[in-house]
């Protein structure tokens, strides 16, 4: 069963407002990621982060940052959300976990849809 | 064209179908994974493949790494495998290329 979990669920806010999503894992994995999502689209990678203090783009650009200041915790900041912010934000992880092994299989999150208005 | 190709598309089928997803892609891989998302979003990792063949349950996926192409088969489906099917392939640097997904409906 998967121990990532992702706050808020669901976010209705106004332009220009700033927001925080959350990403908590208790598996102890090195990597996380932040993935975009619109609709019956396919997810892009906006953050990864290989491990505490790292974090690196991904291969969609986007106005959002990322910390890693602890294994388990990678939240997701919007300084000013827009409009164009409003998709699904998946957060995932995998690597090595407490038991010191590689798995590579990937947890994901609930998702958290975000709407700016 | 994309580096990762699912086919279907969309498939619809009666239950207790036997259903197969196929994906194919184009770059050197470490390992291929295949997903399901339900309609909410929520996604679940079924199989992590880097050779051969995995079951679970009424869920086979198969990788052939000299084809570069793996599939995901259901057997005895039921309307509650609906969902997105997502390929995922781990190239260099570990990063994950994703299909377009294929969407599956089965009717009762």
């Known amino acids: 069963e998967a121990d990532i979990y992702q706050t808020p669920r669901y976010l209705v806010i106004g332009t220009g407002k700033k927001i925080t999503l959350e990403c908590s894992q208790t598996m102890g994995h090195d990597k996380m990621y932040w993935y975009q999502q619109d609709p019956g689209m396919e997810l892009h990678l906006i953050h990864y982060s290989y491990g505490v203090n790292s974090t690196e783009k991904g291969d969609l650009s986007s106005e959002s940052t990322v910390s890693r200041i602890r294994t388990e915790h990678f939240p997701l900041t919007l300084e000013s959300a827009r409009p164009s912010h409003t998709s699904q934000y998946l957060c995932?992880?995998?690597?090595?976990?407490?038991?010191?092994?590689?798995?590579?299989?990937?947890?994901f999150g609930e998702g958290s849809r975000l709407t700016v208005l | 064209k994309n580096e990762v190709e699912q086919s279907p598309q969309n498939l619809t089928a009666q239950e207790g179908e036997f259903i197969t997803i196929n994906c194919s892609y184009s770059v050197g891989i470490s390992a291929l994974h295949w997903l399901q998302q339900h309609p909410g979003g929520g996604i679940v990792s079924l199989f992590m493949l880097s050779s051969g063949k995995k079951k679970h349950g009424r869920l086979i996926a198969t990788i052939n790494i000299q084809e570069k192409h793996s599939s995901l088969h259901i057997t005895a489906s039921h309307p509650r495998d609906s969902a997105v099917y997502i390929c995922a392939v781990r190239g260099g640097a570990q990063k994950l290329v994703f299909g377009q997904g294929t969407r599956l409906t089965i009717n009762p």
């Open positions: 995932a992880s995998s690597g090595v976990g407490l038991a010191g092994r590689y798995t590579g299989e990937l947890f």
